[in-house]
């Protein structure tokens, strides 16, 4: 989309700063494993980041209440923003 790859100096970087910040939102949530939890964060990251860094408004219409916590035995419970 933006054509960045390690050569592209000029827009290199946004890439990098996704990246970045979906891993620091992560660490925020905190752990252990969850699939579910680590897309939608990353998912939402990606969408904040588009609007902030590019202009571009992407529709967002995850489901915001989990239904997998009885089957995962790590699940943070009420840490975790999708529990509800």
Partial sequence: ???A???????????QQLVADCLKRLAEVGGPRCCKRTTRLCIE?????TREELGVSLPMELPHACVYAKRNTECIG?????LK
């Fill in 78 to 82: 009420a840490r975790c923003p999708y």
């Fill in 5 to 15: 790859t390690p050569l592209n100096g000029a827009v290199w970087h946004l890439p």
């Fill in 1 to 3: 989309m933006l054509g």
């Fill in 45 to 49: 990251e990606a969408v904040r980041f």
